[in-house]
């Protein structure tokens, strides 16, 4: 049966970390939204380790609160332990990072889509699309009920075609206990678009009573945290889209107990059980095909590809207030389960440990990336978006970034209006869409701050007001926090200014804070004001040089930005242009000039040829 | 890659063809360059008598200069013509001092690019436009390559490698603080990056015009065992400074001699004959004949005309190419073997290196391909080696700020980002480095990842 004759503006399939994003950033912005999950009950289910944030994923899930997601704001509310990473660094690569209650951060966003207006959630696995004129127009499900939408936005995860490795064991699903998404698969290859394989693993789960915690050194949360959501700008009356009152918003409160996170290490002992069991390892016996990360190899990596690292150092994570379940971070690994068993027991503290859930590696179809307008619409199929895991990426804050801005799209798109486009050197979410879409990936695609040509000006802090001009365009935040952060801009400027031109004891305020932050006694009605928003000032004063810098060079190729590629532009019949370049090109057709000369292999003069090629068109145009 | 808001500097008139070269700066900076150089700016399109210096104060050359204010000029910006004396030395002097005051190297075609886009060219020029683009960059890659394949391209891989190994170690500690890595050693990166600034350093003090004029162009005697190569040389060189005996096999390593041809240095090369069943001694020779083949501007390839024509290996036959190869036939003076077709058109000469015969046809030949080889890239090697000195200049102000950063124990990202500014500025010499290849780097040295 066809379940609505009105089609919703936006029909979001999966509810992971991106599905969650997308329906409510789609909501949020009036769109009729759907969205629609096998298991109501794994909504925003971290399959991972329990913690959101880190290295340029923190900087990253501050940037979704900028654009009113969720992410941050859940966070925090379930946030057990806080830790601001790398500051012995500068403070634009000081990310904040977060153990989560697992089941708490779920039930929140789950309640939360409960209550969001424009949005209806249902149970229903999706096991096709609907086509029409070579656009989407809505998803089959495993019920025979048809849902129609002006918009289909998949996030899907490793579900599409998932299939777990434990050994030589093999299980169809996307995680543990959930099953696998087929015939969507085949609904996409159907539609024209290319499917590739990727794997990802994650370690065994274990019972913290089974811990021997004494020969353990403990982690501890900072004394201080750091949280993610930007509450200076948030007012009293700020709905929090679950109703909580009173001082109780916040989860964690001052003088309230972190959880804390305890470490241990691999020993010879566990090579040795490794080394004589690579055969039996799905990874290494060839039973897996799909490409894995360099950045978080299985322990069989490390022992191979490290011979000579005598330990590797593990985490063990708590899964939550009310359970006993800890994570070993940093032992992923596709052995048979009787030699993960032993593999656990070679590790101390963990001598007696009680296995929960074993190890396995995922193997799963994504969609490579450059199948996608920076819009995160599909090139083949219009209407159609694309977000998280099929796009080859891995996090859950790599996924809700993408959520959030396919949700948006998705709903500008149904409603006729032009794309949520956050540029390269805006945030690092530009950087990611931008990587994925001109570039593409061949493993798991995770953010580093090494990606971002200008980190310098990523600084965490700065998130709402790098973003600033999308969030008021596209109204995602409401009206009194745009005043706020307006107003808090405004402060900003005003210290910033003031420090640079007015003097104190030899020479400005701001020379002064340059040579000797420590030494200067500020004046007092600086100490008075928000500490967002002296941190931002102080750094900004403090690396200016640094930051003029990076702001020069955006400008230098900001005009290439700008010039738009006509879309039906025949690269192959263009006098000039180098053959690698052009077919090069005509495979991933950029959207402006400046993508175009990210393209490896595409060198300046192609893009002049281009440039004077365009403009000849632009100017017999008018 | 090319913005409009900067000014740009180039070579205009090809280099080595004309008494005088002319450089162009052009853009919105040109009126305060000539102000800069001159001390006033002139009324526009009149030529003006001028000493030029450098901004030492040097002088460098007694010039014409003709400044066009903009609409009124080609490009259609404020722009300055500078005519100096057609030595490609002056030439690339006053180049490289325009950069050091802020221009930047103008891509290929550009000035052209910049005339069409401000709308001084009509729509109908548009491809004859990208086409010159088009023509000028392989001109230009082909000048940089050239330059790569020699010494310099080593040096600065070397630099490369080792800018990338600090770049990827500081990233590590950067990217992954939560990781078991070993303790940040900034001590070992002060050292590493003295390293590569007397690198830098080195690159510097010998980058100037020409390893091509300077030091001649690199001529590569090459062909059979006792086809007479030591003979020729010898014959060229004017004096016995080859063994030459009727034993094959008689040179086993490749010896060098300057000679003057014409109006060109030549560095000639003789070289072990090529015997494809040499024992190992002989084939140690053999493989530095590939060597000197690899670096080689012109090859003179000896043939024995009295015997059946020989194949050529295929390395060299992928680098020989009738504009920089000469199929020297010896042995004029005997009877000749019946020969087949030369692999490619080679242009060819008939000589008796034993007798002097036909020596003349071939240093009109030899003449004749320097000659055409530098109108080729004479031009764009100025451009280059302009280019290639600012680039290392900048990675070598961006190394010691980032040396000085962390001496003063200031963390490492900030130095991170003077290190990368420091390696984009060498992928102007030997291409962009990739942000992939230093995460590559960090996968490979760190284990990394939970
Ligand atoms: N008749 C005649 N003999 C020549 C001529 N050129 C060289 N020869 C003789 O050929 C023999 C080999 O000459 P080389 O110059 O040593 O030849 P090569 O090519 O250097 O030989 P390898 O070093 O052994 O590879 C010597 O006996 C020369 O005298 C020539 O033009 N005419
Ligand atoms: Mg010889």
Redesign the pocket.
Same mark, same amino acid.
């Given at each position: 049966m066809i379940y609505n004759q009105k089609p919703f503006d936006v029909i979001v399939c999966g509810a992971g970390h991106a599905g969650v994003e997308a329906s409510l950033a789609a909501a949020r912005m009036g769109a009729s939204t759907l969205l629609l999950t096998g298991n109501i009950d794994t909504i925003a289910q971290m399959s991972c380790n329990p913690a959101i944030g880190g290295q340029a994923k923190g900087q990253m899930v501050r940037e979704i609160d900028a654009l009113g997601g969720e992410m941050a704001i859940n966070t925090d509310l379930t946030g057990i332990q806080f830790r601001l990473l790398n500051e012995s660094k500068g403070p634009a690569v000081q990310s904040p990072r977060a153990q989560c209650d697992k089941k708490a951060y779920q039930f929140r966003l789950k309640h939360t889509l409960e209550l969001q207006p424009n949005l209806q959630i249902f149970q229903a696995t999706v096991t096709g699309l609907i086509f029409k004129d070579g656009k989407v127009v809505g998803c089959r499900t495993n019920l025979d009920i048809d849902f129609m939408g002006q918009t289909v936005v998949i996030t899907t995860g490793t579900f599409l075609r998932g299939l777990m490795h434990v050994g030589q064991n093999k299980n169809e699903g996307g995680r543990l206990g959930d099953f696998s998404a087929k015939t969507l698969s085949g609904s996409l290859l159907e539609a024209g678009i290319e499917l590739q394989r990727l794997k990802t693993g994650t370690p065994p789960r274990i019972l913290g009573r089974s811990i021997n915690f004494s020969e353990l050194e403990e982690q501890k949360g900072d004394p201080e945290p750091t949280l993610f959501a930007f509450h200076d700008t948030r007012g009293p009356e700020d709905p929090f889209h679950v109703e909580q009152t009173g001082e109780q918003r916040i989860g964690w409160k001052p003088g309230s107990v972190q959880v804390s996170c305890w470490m241990t290490h691999t020993t010879l002992r566990s090579a040795e059980i490794v080394r004589d069991n690579l055969h039996k390892s799905a990874m290494y016996s060839g039973e897996i095909s799909g490409v894995g990360p360099r950045y978080c190899p299985s322990i069989e990596d490390k022992f191979v590809r490290f011979a000579d690292k005598p330990r590797h150092l593990l985490f063990l994570e708590p899964e939550g207030r009310n359970t006993n379940e800890y994570y070993i971070n940093g032992l992923s690994t596709s052995l048979p389960f009787d030699i993960q068993l032993e593999l656990v027991h070679s590790i101390p503290g963990l001598e007696q440990a009680q296995l929960l859930r074993p190890a396995y590696a995922v193997e799963y179809d994504f969609a490579p990336p450059t199948q996608m307008f920076p819009s995160l619409e599909s090139r083949k199929v219009e209407n159609l978006f694309l977000a998280g895991q099929i796009n080859g990426t891995s996090g859950y804050e790599e996924a809700a970034a993408q959520g959030l801005v396919a949700g948006v799209n998705a709903a500008l798109k149904a409603r006729g209006g032009p794309p949520l486009i956050i540029k390269r050197h805006e945030a690092y979410i530009g950087v990611l869409i931008d990587d994925l879409v001109t570039k593409g990936t061949t493993e798991p695609y995770r953010m580093f701050t090494s990606r971002a040509e200008h980190r310098l000006l990523f600084n965490h802090g700065s998130a709402e007001l790098r973003l600033l001009q999308h969030a008021k365009s596209h109204m995602l935040l409401n009206n009194s926090r745009l005043e706020n952060i307006f107003a808090k801009e405004k402060r900003v400027g005003y210290w910033e200014n003031r420090f640079e031109t007015s003097t104190t004891v030899g020479g400005s305020w701001a020379n002064a804070i340059r040579r000797d932050r420590e030494a200067v006694i500020l004046p007092p009605e600086f100490a008075a004001e928000a500490k967002e928003v002296r941190e931002e000032v102080l750094y900004r004063v403090a690396y200016r040089g640094y930051l003029d810098r990076e702001r020069r060079q955006i400008e230098k190729f900001k005009h290439v930005e700008k010039v738009r590629i006509p879309d039906a532009l025949d690269y192959l019949a263009i006098p000039g242009l180098r053959r690698e370049s052009a077919l090069k090109l005509h495979q991933l057709r950029p959207q402006n000039l400046g993508q175009a000369g990210r393209i490896s292999g595409v060198n300046p003069a192609d893009i002049s040829i281009l440039m004077v090629l365009i403009a000849a068109q632009n100017a017999e145009k008018s | 890659m090319s913005y409009l808001g900067d000014t740009i500097a180039a070579l205009a008139t090809p280099a080595g063809t004309s008494a005088i070269a002319v450089v162009r700066a052009s853009g919105l900076h040109a009126a305060d360059l000539v102000r800069a150089v001159f001390g006033a700016t002139p009324p526009p399109r009149l030529a003006q008598h001028a000493d030029y210096r450098d901004r030492s104060g040097a002088l460098v050359d007694d010039v014409l200069f003709t400044f066009f204010a903009g609409p009124n000029s080609f490009t259609g910006e404020d722009t300055v013509e500078i005519s100096c004396h057609g030595n490609p030395f002056i030439a690339q002097k006053i180049l490289e001092d325009l950069l050091a005051r802020g221009c930047r190297p103008a891509e290929a075609g550009e000035f052209s690019k910049r005339a069409f886009l401000n709308g001084r060219m009509d729509l109908s020029q548009a491809e004859a436009v990208m086409d010159l683009i088009h023509a000028r960059s392989e001109r230009a890659l082909a000048a940089a390559n050239q330059q790569l394949r020699g010494a310099l391209g080593r040096q600065v891989n070397q630099l490369i490698e080792l800018l990338v190994n600090i770049l990827a170690t500081i990233e590590a500690y950067v990217d992954f603080p939560d990781e078991d890595l070993p303790p940040e050693d900034l001590d070992k990166v002060q050292r590493q990056l003295d390293e590569l600034l007397a690198g830098a350093n080195r690159l510097l003090a010998t980058n100037r015009y020409g390893e091509l004029l300077r030091e001649g162009i690199k001529t590569v005697?090459l062909?059979?065992?006792?086809?007479? /190569?030591?003979?020729?040389?010898?014959r060229l060189v004017g004096r016995e400074r080859?063994?030459?005996?009727?034993?094959?096999?008689?040179?086993?390593d490749y010896l060098e001699e300057r000679v003057v041809i014409g109006s060109h240095w030549l560095r000639l090369v003789?070289?072990?004959?090529?015997?494809p069943s040499a024992a190992s001694l002989e084939k140690r020779g053999i493989d530095k004949t590939f060597e000197q083949a690899a670096e080689a501007d012109l090859f003179l390839w000896?043939i024995?005309s009295?015997r059946p024509l020989p194949g050529l290996p295929e390395t060299l036959a992928a680098r020989m190419t009738p504009a920089n190869t000469i199929a020297v036939f010896? /042995?004029?003076?005997?009877p000749p073997a019946p020969k087949g077709d030369l692999p490619k058109a080679f242009p060819l000469v008939h000589?008796?290196?034993?007798?002097g015969?036909g020596l003349e046809a071939l240093q009109a030949a030899v003449t004749k391909l320097a000659e055409s080889f530098h109108v080729e890239i004479g031009d764009e090697l100025i451009a280059v080696n302009a280019r290639h000195s600012l680039a290392l200049d900048q990675a070598k102000a961006a190394l010691l700020e980032a040396k000085q950063k962390l001496a003063a124990q200031e963390p490492s990202d900030l130095a991170a980002s003077d290190l990368r500014a420091a390696l984009d500025a060498f992928g102007q010499i030997s291409g962009k480095i990739d942000n992939e290849t230093i995460l590559d780097r960090l996968f490979a040295s760190f284990c990394i990842g939970k």
């Amino acid at each position: 049966m066809i379940y609505n004759q009105k089609p919703f503006d936006v029909i979001v399939c999966g509810a992971g970390h991106a599905g969650v994003e997308a329906s409510l950033a789609a909501a949020r912005m009036g769109a009729s939204t759907l969205l629609l999950t096998g298991n109501i009950d794994t909504i925003a289910q971290m399959s991972c380790n329990p913690a959101i944030g880190g290295q340029a994923k923190g900087q990253m899930v501050r940037e979704i609160d900028a654009l009113g997601g969720e992410m941050a704001i859940n966070t925090d509310l379930t946030g057990i332990q806080f830790r601001l990473l790398n500051e012995s660094k500068g403070p634009a690569v000081q990310s904040p990072r977060a153990q989560c209650d697992k089941k708490a951060y779920q039930f929140r966003l789950k309640h939360t889509l409960e209550l969001q207006p424009n949005l209806q959630i249902f149970q229903a696995t999706v096991t096709g699309l609907i086509f029409k004129d070579g656009k989407v127009v809505g998803c089959r499900t495993n019920l025979d009920i048809d849902f129609m939408g002006q918009t289909v936005v998949i996030t899907t995860g490793t579900f599409l075609r998932g299939l777990m490795h434990v050994g030589q064991n093999k299980n169809e699903g996307g995680r543990l206990g959930d099953f696998s998404a087929k015939t969507l698969s085949g609904s996409l290859l159907e539609a024209g678009i290319e499917l590739q394989r990727l794997k990802t693993g994650t370690p065994p789960r274990i019972l913290g009573r089974s811990i021997n915690f004494s020969e353990l050194e403990e982690q501890k949360g900072d004394p201080e945290p750091t949280l993610f959501a930007f509450h200076d700008t948030r007012g009293p009356e700020d709905p929090f889209h679950v109703e909580q009152t009173g001082e109780q918003r916040i989860g964690w409160k001052p003088g309230s107990v972190q959880v804390s996170c305890w470490m241990t290490h691999t020993t010879l002992r566990s090579a040795e059980i490794v080394r004589d069991n690579l055969h039996k390892s799905a990874m290494y016996s060839g039973e897996i095909s799909g490409v894995g990360p360099r950045y978080c190899p299985s322990i069989e990596d490390k022992f191979v590809r490290f011979a000579d690292k005598p330990r590797h150092l593990l985490f063990l994570e708590p899964e939550g207030r009310n359970t006993n379940e800890y994570y070993i971070n940093g032992l992923s690994t596709s052995l048979p389960f009787d030699i993960q068993l032993e593999l656990v027991h070679s590790i101390p503290g963990l001598e007696q440990a009680q296995l929960l859930r074993p190890a396995y590696a995922v193997e799963y179809d994504f969609a490579p990336p450059t199948q996608m307008f920076p819009s995160l619409e599909s090139r083949k199929v219009e209407n159609l978006f694309l977000a998280g895991q099929i796009n080859g990426t891995s996090g859950y804050e790599e996924a809700a970034a993408q959520g959030l801005v396919a949700g948006v799209n998705a709903a500008l798109k149904a409603r006729g209006g032009p794309p949520l486009i956050i540029k390269r050197h805006e945030a690092y979410i530009g950087v990611l869409i931008d990587d994925l879409v001109t570039k593409g990936t061949t493993e798991p695609y995770r953010m580093f701050t090494s990606r971002a040509e200008h980190r310098l000006l990523f600084n965490h802090g700065s998130a709402e007001l790098r973003l600033l001009q999308h969030a008021k365009s596209h109204m995602l935040l409401n009206n009194s926090r745009l005043e706020n952060i307006f107003a808090k801009e405004k402060r900003v400027g005003y210290w910033e200014n003031r420090f640079e031109t007015s003097t104190t004891v030899g020479g400005s305020w701001a020379n002064a804070i340059r040579r000797d932050r420590e030494a200067v006694i500020l004046p007092p009605e600086f100490a008075a004001e928000a500490k967002e928003v002296r941190e931002e000032v102080l750094y900004r004063v403090a690396y200016r040089g640094y930051l003029d810098r990076e702001r020069r060079q955006i400008e230098k190729f900001k005009h290439v930005e700008k010039v738009r590629i006509p879309d039906a532009l025949d690269y192959l019949a263009i006098p000039g242009l180098r053959r690698e370049s052009a077919l090069k090109l005509h495979q991933l057709r950029p959207q402006n000039l400046g993508q175009a000369g990210r393209i490896s292999g595409v060198n300046p003069a192609d893009i002049s040829i281009l440039m004077v090629l365009i403009a000849a068109q632009n100017a017999e145009k008018s | 890659m090319s913005y409009l808001g900067d000014t740009i500097a180039a070579l205009a008139t090809p280099a080595g063809t004309s008494a005088i070269a002319v450089v162009r700066a052009s853009g919105l900076h040109a009126a305060d360059l000539v102000r800069a150089v001159f001390g006033a700016t002139p009324p526009p399109r009149l030529a003006q008598h001028a000493d030029y210096r450098d901004r030492s104060g040097a002088l460098v050359d007694d010039v014409l200069f003709t400044f066009f204010a903009g609409p009124n000029s080609f490009t259609g910006e404020d722009t300055v013509e500078i005519s100096c004396h057609g030595n490609p030395f002056i030439a690339q002097k006053i180049l490289e001092d325009l950069l050091a005051r802020g221009c930047r190297p103008a891509e290929a075609g550009e000035f052209s690019k910049r005339a069409f886009l401000n709308g001084r060219m009509d729509l109908s020029q548009a491809e004859a436009v990208m086409d010159l683009i088009h023509a000028r960059s392989e001109r230009a890659l082909a000048a940089a390559n050239q330059q790569l394949r020699g010494a310099l391209g080593r040096q600065v891989n070397q630099l490369i490698e080792l800018l990338v190994n600090i770049l990827a170690t500081i990233e590590a500690y950067v990217d992954f603080p939560d990781e078991d890595l070993p303790p940040e050693d900034l001590d070992k990166v002060q050292r590493q990056l003295d390293e590569l600034l007397a690198g830098a350093n080195r690159l510097l003090a010998t980058n100037r015009y020409g390893e091509l004029l300077r030091e001649g162009i690199k001529t590569v005697i090459l062909g059979e065992p006792n086809a007479g /190569k030591s003979s020729l040389l010898n014959r060229l060189v004017g004096r016995e400074r080859a063994l030459v005996s009727p034993e094959p096999g008689t040179t086993r390593d490749y010896l060098e001699e300057r000679v003057v041809i014409g109006s060109h240095w030549l560095r000639l090369v003789d070289t072990a004959g090529l015997n494809p069943s040499a024992a190992s001694l002989e084939k140690r020779g053999i493989d530095k004949t590939f060597e000197q083949a690899a670096e080689a501007d012109l090859f003179l390839w000896v043939i024995d005309s009295t015997r059946p024509l020989p194949g050529l290996p295929e390395t060299l036959a992928a680098r020989m190419t009738p504009a920089n190869t000469i199929a020297v036939f010896n /042995k004029l003076d005997l009877p000749p073997a019946p020969k087949g077709d030369l692999p490619k058109a080679f242009p060819l000469v008939h000589v008796s290196a034993l007798q002097g015969a036909g020596l003349e046809a071939l240093q009109a030949a030899v003449t004749k391909l320097a000659e055409s080889f530098h109108v080729e890239i004479g031009d764009e090697l100025i451009a280059v080696n302009a280019r290639h000195s600012l680039a290392l200049d900048q990675a070598k102000a961006a190394l010691l700020e980032a040396k000085q950063k962390l001496a003063a124990q200031e963390p490492s990202d900030l130095a991170a980002s003077d290190l990368r500014a420091a390696l984009d500025a060498f992928g102007q010499i030997s291409g962009k480095i990739d942000n992939e290849t230093i995460l590559d780097r960090l996968f490979a040295s760190f284990c990394i990842g939970k």
